[in-house]
C-alpha cells in the first residue's frame, strides 16, 4: 500500500487521538456519518483555498498547543439571564423555564429526543456544501456533549450559556426554534485552551434567534467555532461575536435562508495585539423569495496581529428580491498588523441588490489631531476612535439593554488595554 | 455603418448608440471564413513540433532551449481547475499549433508583397494594412491620427505597417520571430522576464508553442508618434492561436497599444493561449487597450474560443505608469487576468474592464495589483454583465507588501443581471500588510433599473434599445478609458453582444 499524504495522516493521528461516543440510536448513526464525511474529506490544511488565510495546525493537531487559561471574569455578569454552565464538561442545567425544552447530548444516548433527531448534524451535512467543513464533522462525530434546546414559546430572559474549564473541549449544540417562538442565547468563557463548538439552530416560520457572543479577553486561547442555521418564511437570525485578544480564532457561520421574506443579520466587533489571529469566515446562501442578509464585520489589529475575513453571499436561481449586504472593515493601528480579506458574491438571480464593501487603513490623523488639539492625550484619543469605529458593528446588535452592555464592555477592556 | 433610414431619432437618446443597434444585425459580425490555402504542422504537440515551430521561425538555439525547457515543464503541470468556468476537457493533442497560410512560407518583404487574399481578409475586418488608413470605425480619420499595424494571420505575423516612419523615431515594432532574429539582446533580456516559461499552466503552454506576436521596444524619452496595434485572425480550424506579445518602455517613454482579435464561426471550439508581458523602466508609459471579440460560440453554446490569457505588466522603474483596459465581448471561454507588478517607488497601475457574457458565454477575468514599491497606486473597474445562461465572474487580487508604505487602491466592480438563468460573480483577495496603505473595495450586483427602462421605452425605443442603452451607460467609466477608434466599435460591441437577452 501506498503511504498516505500528509492530510491523511493529520486526519488519522487527529481521530486516533479521540474516542468516539459509545451508544446507538440515531446520535451514534449521525456520528458514523459524519466520521466518514470527514474520512471523505480530510482535516483542513494551508494548502485548502477555504483556509489561505488562517493555518490551521493548531486546530487540527491531536494535542492542545497551548496550556489551559484562567477561568476569566463572566462579562455578562449583571445581565438578567438564566445560566447554564458547563464547568468541566459537566453540564449544570437551570430549573424549568417556561416556553423550553433543555437536555444534553448526552440524555440523546439514552432518550429518544425526536426533535434533535432530524438535526443533529444535518444542518452541519448540508452546511458542507458547496465548500467543505471538515472541523464541523469532526465536531459532529466526536462531540462529547453539547445542549438540545427547543423553543417551543416566548421566554422571559435570556438564557446565558457558560463554559470553562480545563480540557480541550468539543461540543456540538443543537438549537430549534418552533414556529412564533423567540429565544436569546449569550455565550461566554474561556473554554479550555482549544475548543470546537459546533451550533446547529433550525428556525421555523416566524421564528426569532438572537445570539450575542463574547470570546475573550484572554490572550492565550485557540478556538474554532460553527454556526450552522436554517431559516424559515419570516424566521430573524441574528448573531454578533464581541472578540478580544485570544491567540487564534476562528468563527465560521454558515447560515441557509429557505423561507420567503426572511432576516439574517450576522456581525462581530475584533481587537487584538501580537499574535492575535482573527478570522471571521460567513456563507450565506439566499434560496427564498426576499430575503435580507447583512454582515458587518470590523477589526481593529495592533502589533503584528492578524485579521481574516471570507465572506460570501450565494443567491440561487430564483430567489428574487433578494438584499445582501456585507462591510468587513479594519483600522491597521501599526506597520506590522494585516488585514486579508475574500468577501465573495456568487448570484444566479437577476432581481437582486446585492453589495459588498471593505476597506483597509490607518487610524483617521485629522481626527486624531482634532481630538489631540483639544487636550485629549494621544492614547486615550487612539482608544476613542477606536471605540467609535467598533461601535458601528455593535449597533448590529437590536436589543438596546445588551448593546449598550457591550458597548461598556468594549469600553472597559480598551481602556485596560 | 449608417444609421438606418426607418429610425426616428427622439430626444435625450444619443444617435450613436441607436446607429449602433440598428446598424448591426446581431449575429457575430466576424464569423466568416477566409479560403486560402494552408500549411500545417502535424497534429498533436511533442517535443517535434517545439522543434519544427521554432525552425519555421529560423530561431537560434537559446530560442529553441527555452521552448523545450517550458515544454518539459508543461507535460509535468495539471489544468487549473480554480476558475468558475466549466467546460469539456482539452484534447491537447487534437489540435494544431503551427498553421501558416502557404504564401508566407516566404516572408514578404514588404506590404506590396502580401497575399491579396490576406490583405483583404483584413480589409473585412475594417483593419486595412495600408499605411494611410487609421483602424476603420471613425470617419473622417483625422490628418494626424496614425496607427501601425502588426497583422497575425493564424499563427503568423502577415506585415506591419509604418514600420520606417515608427524606425525614424528608434521605436521597433515588428513581430516577435523578426525581433528574435534582429534583436537578440533586447528579447533575451525581457523575454520571460515578466510572465516567466514557468508561471502557469498556459503560460508555460504558450512558452513551448508560441508562432509569432508582436514585439515593441519605445526607446528612452520617446513618445511614440502613433499608436500601435496588433490585430489577431484565428481562421483554420482546430487550431490554436499562441501569440506572444513583449512591449518595453524605456525611461520615460510612451506608448498606446491596441489590440483585436476575432475568428470564424465553427462548431468545434478553438483554443487561444497568449502571453503579453510590458516592462516598464523609470517614467515610462503603457496604455494597453483590448477589444476581444473572438467567436464566442452560437446560441447554443456550440463552438467558440477558449480563451486562457496570461497578461503582464512590470512597473519596474520609479514613476511608471500602465493602464490596461479592456472589453470582453467574444469568446465561448475567458480566463483572463492582465496584472500589475507596481514594483518601482511612485508606480501606477491601473484596470478598467467590461465583460459580457451572453448565451453559453463564460468569463472569469479580473486583475492583479501586487503593490511592492512605495507610494503605489491602483484603480481597478470592472463591469461585468451576464444575459442568456452566460456565468461572469470577476476575480481580482490586491496585494499591498509591507514596503509598499504609503500605497493607495481603489476598486470597484459592478455587475449587471439581464434575466434570470443567468449568473454574475465577484472572487476578489484583498491583502493588506502594512497600515499607511488604503485600500477600498466596492461592488454591487443588480439588474437593469426599471425606471431607466421606462424612460426609453416611454421615449418609443424598444426593448433592446433600451437594454442596450442603459448597460452602455453603466459601462461608461470604462468606455471612456480607451482610445476614441476602440471606444466606438466597444460601444457597438456591448449592443451586439447583448442581442436576444431581452423578451
Given at each position: ?241 464581541l472578540a478580544a485578544h485570544g491567540e487564534l480564532t476562528r468563527n465560521e457561520a454558515v447560515i441557509e435562508l429557505t423561507g420567503d421574506d426572511a432576516t439574517a443579520t450576522i456581525g462581530g466587533a475584533a481587537f487584538g495585539a501580537g499574535n492575535f489571529h482573527h478570522d471571521d ?137 | ?503
Open positions: 500500500m501506498m503511504a498516505a499524504d500528509p492530510k491523511t495522516q493529520a486526519t488519522e493521528a487527529r481521530i486516533a487521538a479521540l474516542t468516539l461516543p459509545e451508544g446507538n440510536g440515531w446520535l451514534a448513526k449521525a456520528r458514523q456519518d459524519a466520521l466518514g464525511r470527514l474520512q471523505a474529506t480530510g482535516l483542513p490544511s494551508r494548502r485548502d483555498e477555504y483556509w489561505r488565510y488562517t493555518k490551521p495546525a493548531k486546530l487540527v493537531q491531536p494535542e492542545p498547543a497551548l496550556s489551559v487559561p484562567a477561568a476569566g471574569e463572566d462579562p455578562f455578569a449583571g445581565v438578567d439571564a438564566h445560566v447554564i454552565t458547563i464547568e468541566d464538561g459537566v453540564i449544570t442545567l437551570p430549573g424549568a423555564i417556561e416556553g423550553l425544552e433543555i437536555a444534553t447530548l448526552a440524555n440523546a444516548a439514552t432518550a429518544d429526543i425526536h426533535w434533535a433527531r432530524d438535526l443533529y448534524g444535518a444542518l452541519e451535512a448540508a452546511g458542507s456544501g458547496p465548500v467543505a467543513r471538515p472541523m464541523a464533522m469532526l465536531n459532529t462525530a466526536f462531540a462529547t456533549d453539547g445542549l438540545l434546546i427547543h423553543v417551543t414559546g416566548a421566554v422571559d430572559r435570556p438564557v446565558h450559556l457558560r463554559t470553562t474549564g480545563a480540557s480541550d473541549p468539543i461540543l456540538h449544540h443543537v438549537v430549534k426554534v418552533e414556529r412564533g417562538a423567540t429565544l436569546t442565547l449569550l455565550e461566554s468563557g474561556n473554554i479550555g485552551a482549544r475548543s470546537n463548538i459546533a451550533t446547529e439552530v433550525e428556525l421555523a416560520d416566524g421564528a426569532g434567534f438572537h445570539h450575542l457572543r463574547v470570546q475573550g479577553p484572554e490572550p492565550a486561547l485557540h478556538v474554532n467555532t460553527h454556526i450552522f442555521a436554517r431559516l424559515g418564511a419570516e424566521a430573524t437570525f441574528r448573531s454578533f461575536t469566515t460567513v456563507f450565506i446562501t439566499h434560496d427564498a423569495v426576499n430575503c435580507e442578509s447583512r454582515q458587518v464585520f470590523k477589526k481593529v489589529l495592533r502589533d503584528g496581529a492578524t485579521g481574516v475575513f471570507q465572506g460570501k453571499i450565494l443567491v440561487k436561481e430564483g430567489a428574487q428580491k433578494t438584499d445582501g449586504y456585507q462591510i468587513s472593515q479594519s483600522l491597521l493601528l501599526d506597520e506590522d498588523a494585516q488585514f486579508l480579506a475574500k468577501p465573495e458574491l456568487e448570484i444566479y438571480a437577476d432581481d437582486v441588490a446585492c453589495s459588498h464593501g471593505s476597506t483597509t487603513g490607518a487610524i483617521d490623523e485629522t481626527a486624531l489631531f482634532y481630538l489631540r488639539s483639544r487636550g485629549v492625550p494621544k492614547r486615550r484619543a487612539v482608544d476613542m476612535l477606536v471605540l467609535s469605529f467598533l461601535a458601528e458593528a455593535v449597533e448590529e446588535i437590536a436589543d438596546e439593554d445588551l448593546r449598550e452592555h457591550v458597548t461598556e464592555l468594549l469600553a472597559d477592556w480598551l481602556a485596560r488595554g | 455603418m449608417t444609421a438606418l433610414d426607418d429610425v426616428q431619432v427622439k430626444d435625450g437618446v444619443d444617435q450613436e448608440t441607436v446607429d449602433a443597434v440598428k446598424s448591426l444585425s446581431g449575429t457575430y459580425k466576424h464569423g466568416w471564413n477566409t479560403e486560402i490555402e494552408m500549411e500545417f504542422a502535424p497534429k498533436g504537440l511533442t517535443e517535434e513540433i517545439v522543434r519544427l515551430i521554432s525552425e519555421k521561425n529560423d530561431e537560434p538555439e537559446w530560442m529553441l532551449e527555452w521552448r523545450l525547457d517550458a515544454y518539459r515543464r508543461w507535460v509535468k503541470l495539471e489544468e487549473p481547475t480554480w476558475a468558475m468556468v466549466d467546460y469539456p476537457e482539452i484534447d491537447f493533442q487534437d489540435q494544431y499549433y503551427y498553421a501558416r497560410p502557404k504564401s508566407m512560407a516566404e516572408k514578404p518583404k514588404s506590404l506590396d508583397e502580401v497575399d491579396p487574399k490576406l490583405l483583404e481578409t483584413y480589409n473585412k475586418l475594417g483593419i486595412p494594412l495600408k499605411e494611410q488608413a487609421i483602424l476603420a470605425g471613425v470617419e473622417p480619420a483625422p490628418e494626424d491620427r496614425k496607427v501601425a499595424v502588426d497583422a497575425v494571420f493564424d499563427s503568423v505575423s502577415v506585415g506591419t505597417t509604418f514600420k520606417a516612419e515608427l524606425a525614424k523615431a528608434g521605436v521597433i515594432f515588428c513581430s516577435i520571430s523578426e525581433a528574435i532574429k534582429d534583436h537578440p539582446e533586447l528579447v533575451k533580456k525581457y523575454l520571460g522576464s515578466v510572465i516567466p516559461a514557468s508561471d502557469n499552466y498556459y503560460a508555460t503552454l504558450n512558452a513551448a508553442v508560441f508562432s509569432d506576436g508582436s514585439f515593441v521596444y519605445i526607446p528612452k524619452g520617446v513618445r511614440c508618434p502613433m499608436e500601435l496595434s496588433t490585430y489577431f485572425r484565428i481562421n483554420a480550424e482546430n487550431t490554436g492561436q499562441f501569440e506572444r506579445t513583449l512591449i518595453i518602455a524605456d525611461e520615460g517613454a510612451y506608448v498606446s497599444y491596441l489590440e483585436g482579435c476575432t475568428a470564424p464561426q465553427r462548431d468545434t471550439a478553438q483554443l487561444h493561449a497568449a502571453c503579453v508581458e510590458l516592462v516598464l523602466l523609470d517614467d515610462a508609459e503603457i496604455k494597453y487597450s483590448t477589444v476581444q471579440n473572438w467567436f464566442p460560440g452560437d446560441e447554443e453554446g456550440k463552438g467558440g474560443i477558449y480563451n486562457f490569457v496570461t497578461k503582464r505588466a512590470d512597473c519596474r522603474g520609479a514613476r511608471s505608469k500602465v493602464m490596461w483596459t479592456q472589453v470582453e465581448t467574444g469568446s465561448a471561454v475567458t480566463w483572463k487576468y492582465p496584472s500589475c507588478i507596481l514594483r518601482g517607488d511612485d508606480s501606477q497601475g491601473e484596470f478598467y474592464s467590461i465583460a459580457i457574457a451572453n448565451n453559453y458565454q463564460q468569463a472569469d477575468t479580473g486583475t492583479k495589483m501586487v503593490h511592492l514599491g512605495k507610494n503605489t497606486k491602483s484603480r481597478i473597474v470592472s463591469k461585468g454583465i451576464s444575459a442568456g445562461k452566460a456565468q461572469n465572474t470577476y476575480r481580482g487580487l490586491v496585494s499591498m507588501h509591507p514596503k509598499a508604505k504609503n500605497s493607495r487602491n481603489y476598486t470597484q466592480c459592478d455587475s449587471l443581471l439581464i434575466g434570470d438563468t443567468c449568473g454574475a460573480h465577484t472572487v476578489p483577495y484583498i491583502e493588506v500588510k502594512n497600515n499607511s496603505s488604503r485600500v477600498e473595495h466596492e461592488a454591487t450586483t443588480s439588474k437593469v433599473d426599471d425606471d431607466q427602462l421606462f424612460y426609453c421605452r416611454s421615449r418609443g425605443m424598444d426593448e433592446e434599445e433600451a437594454v442596450a442603452l442603459v448597460v452602455n451607460g453603466f459601462c461608461k467609466e470604462v468606455l471612456q478609458a480607451l482610445p476614441m477608434e476602440f471606444a466606438m466599435e466597444a460601444q457597438q460591441l456591448v449592443a451586439i453582444s447583448l442581442e436576444g437577452s431581452v423578451g
